[in-house]
């Protein structure tokens, strides 16, 4: 009796045991599988920023000259967000902001490894960052995907740290793509929307396909507590500008040499054109990369690089997305048909960076002893009317510090398609925070 029960429990142990593993298989979707394959390769990203705690008011001019009035102390301020390893030598992606201003960069493996990191390059306006780590053996990795071919509705899988919990899981669809948006004074464009929950600390991880492929970094949510809106920095531009700054440590400014303009309804009739989207062609620079494409003056932009093109400022904002040498291709409406051209911007010449400082902002700068001074200012222009002068020096423009001429140009080129640049002028004792608009009269192409 006694071994027909135990014969009885074993037989029903064992196929219970069958069961759940029968279970286990039916339950190991798509997304189990992707979350097993590439979570190693995601990581937590800590960082330290040093800032200035004052505890008393400084004057005006110890606040510019930075004297040492008024108590100050420093203080250690730690954040936190996600990244991604690309590649076994230890080269991650992550966003700018998440390690922006950092003194120290701690990454933290899936299996608990931990490494300092030293940024290779980092680009604000893109909000991409590449790190390396040095490693004694090959790091696992995840595998650098495509944006050109997402379907809205595919499912998309996002792996990060939010709020400091270590590999976290959401899983969503793809909710739009080509989306553009506003945080902290930018304008951000060209991103994947996903319903895939993406909160604070999931910054810089990724978003995978089914196939385990990474098809974004994350980057932000709606703001306004809106649920179920993230963005992501999409596959294609990610490979774009890691290869620039893993190769130079920046983003090289790129020029087409197209000036471009919002397209009003009356216009978009007198051409021919019936679409509530699109940027007009205002002026082409002779022997420009645009020119040798085969662009015109009178062209309607309708998309740009495989996406719809909203506007002159949709049109800026995207090329920027592009490093010089990197081609993409322009689909543009003409006579009444459509005609797609493949273009390649270039790095800007120099030769237009000193016509750009001259014809749009009315300055010439040139190395005196060390510090950037005005050598020229031209009549008429707003720099004349609000009274600078040469001999005047040149410290900052848009909060960029500057030293060098060359510096002054990359400064100048980061600012040009904006509508005005902020710039720190010194005379004397005393300085002076100066805005000036770029002048759009002089015919200059960006």
Same mark, same amino acid.
């Given at each position: 009796?006694?071994?027909?029960?135990?014969?009885?429990?074993?037989?029903?142990?064992?196929?219970? !045991?069958?069961?759940?593993?029968?279970?286990?298989?039916?339950?190991?979707?798509?997304?189990? /599988? &992707?979350?097993?394959?590439?979570?190693?390769?995601?990581?937590?990203?800590?960082? /330290?920023?040093?800032?200035?705690?004052?505890?008393?008011?400084?004057?005006?001019?110890?606040?510019?000259?930075?004297?040492?009035?008024?108590?100050?102390?420093?203080?250690?301020?730690?954040?936190?967000?996600?990244?991604?390893?690309?590649?076994?030598?230890?080269?991650?992606?992550?966003?700018?902001?998440?390690?922006?201003?950092?003194?120290?960069?701690?990454?933290?493996?899936?299996?608990?490894?931990?490494?300092?990191?030293?940024?290779?390059? !980092?680009?604000?306006?893109?909000?991409?960052?590449?790190?390396? &780590?040095?490693?004694?053996?090959?790091?696992?990795?995840?595998?650098?995907?495509? !944006?050109?071919?997402?379907?809205?509705? /595919?499912?998309?899988?996002?792996?990060?740290?939010?709020?400091?919990?270590?590999?976290?899981?959401?899983?969503?669809?793809?909710?739009?793509?080509?989306?553009?948006?506003?945080?902290?004074?930018?304008?951000?464009?060209?991103?994947?929307?996903?319903?895939?929950?993406?909160?604070?600390?999931?910054?810089?991880?990724?978003?995978?396909?089914?196939?385990?492929?990474?098809?974004?970094?994350?980057?932000?949510?709606?703001?306004?507590?809106?649920?179920?809106?993230?963005?992501?920095?999409?596959?294609?531009?990610?490979?774009?500008?890691?290869?620039?700054?893993?190769?130079?440590?920046?983003?090289?400014?790129?020029? &087409?040499?197209?000036?471009?303009?919002?397209?009003?309804?009356?216009?978009?009739?007198?051409?021919?054109?019936?679409?509530?989207?699109?940027?007009?062609?205002?002026?082409?620079?002779?022997?420009?990369?645009?020119?040798?494409?085969?662009?015109?003056?009178?062209?309607?932009?309708?998309?740009?690089?495989?996406?719809?093109?909203?506007?002159?400022?949709?049109?800026?904002?995207?090329?920027?997305?592009?490093?010089?040498?990197?081609?993409?291709?322009?689909?543009?409406?003409?006579?009444?048909?459509?005609?797609?051209?493949?273009?390649?911007?270039?790095?800007?010449?120099?030769?237009?960076?000193?016509?750009?400082?001259?014809?749009?902002?009315?300055?010439?700068?040139?190395?005196?002893?060390?510090?950037?001074?005005?050598?020229?200012?031209?009549?008429?222009?707003?720099?004349?009317?609000?009274?600078? /002068?040469?001999?005047?020096?040149?410290?900052?423009?848009?909060?960029?510090?500057?030293?060098?001429?060359?510096?002054?140009?990359?400064?100048?080129?980061?600012?040009?398609?904006?509508? !005005?640049?902020?710039?720190?002028?010194?005379?004397?004792?005393?300085?002076?925070?100066?805005?000036?608009?770029?002048?759009?009269?002089?015919?200059?192409?960006?």
């Amino acid at each position: 009796m006694k071994a027909g029960v135990m014969r009885w429990l074993l037989v029903a142990t064992l196929l219970a !045991s069958g069961g759940a593993s029968a279970d286990m298989a039916r339950r190991r979707d798509a997304v189990v /599988e &992707v979350v097993q394959k590439v979570s190693p390769a995601v990581v937590y990203i800590g960082t /330290e920023q040093e800032v200035e705690s004052r505890f008393r008011r400084r004057s005006p001019l110890e606040e510019f000259f930075g004297g040492m009035g008024g108590g100050q102390e420093r203080q250690k301020i730690e954040g936190l967000g996600s990244g991604v390893i690309i590649d076994a030598s230890g080269i991650i992606v992550t966003n700018d902001h998440v390690i922006r201003g950092a003194s120290a960069i701690h990454v933290v493996l899936a299996d608990g490894r931990s490494y300092d990191a030293e940024v290779i390059g !980092s680009d604000a306006a893109n909000d991409l960052a590449v790190l390396k &780590v040095n490693a004694k053996e090959p790091l696992p990795i995840a595998r650098l995907g495509t !944006s050109s071919d997402l379907m809205i509705g /595919e499912t998309v899988i996002a792996i990060g740290s939010p709020f400091g919990l270590s590999k976290t899981v959401t899983a969503g669809v793809v909710s739009a793509t080509g989306r553009t948006f506003r945080a902290d004074n930018r304008v951000y464009n060209d991103f994947v929307q996903t319903d895939a929950a993406i909160n604070p600390g999931n910054s810089g991880g990724p978003l995978l396909n089914v196939d385990g492929e990474i098809i974004g970094i994350n980057t932000a949510i709606f703001g306004g507590g809106a649920q179920g809106i993230g963005f992501a920095i999409p596959a294609d531009k990610v490979r774009r500008i890691v290869d620039e700054l893993t190769r130079f440590g920046k983003v090289r400014p790129a020029w &087409v040499g197209i000036d471009a303009a919002d397209l009003p309804p009356r216009v978009a009739r007198q051409l021919g054109w019936d679409r509530s989207y699109g940027a007009l062609v205002t002026s082409v620079e002779p022997g420009s990369p645009a020119a040798q494409a085969g662009v015109r003056r009178g062209d309607v932009v309708a998309e740009l690089g495989g996406s719809r093109l909203q506007d002159a400022e949709d049109f800026d904002t995207r090329i920027r997305g592009y490093p010089a040498r990197s081609t993409f291709a322009l689909v543009l409406f003409r006579d009444g048909e459509t005609r797609t051209l493949q273009l390649t911007p270039t790095e800007f010449p120099p030769r237009m960076v000193e016509s750009l400082a001259w014809d749009r902002l009315g300055l010439r700068v040139k190395e005196n002893k060390g510090v950037l001074a005005l050598s020229g200012v031209r009549p008429g222009s707003v720099a004349a009317e609000v009274g600078l /002068e040469p001999g005047d020096i040149i410290l900052r423009v848009n909060n960029q510090p500057l030293a060098t001429a060359d510096a002054f140009r990359e400064a100048l080129l980061n600012a040009r398609r904006g509508r !005005s640049v902020l710039l720190l002028v010194r005379r004397g004792r005393y300085g002076y925070h100066i805005t000036l608009p770029f002048e759009q009269d002089q015919g200059q192409s960006l």
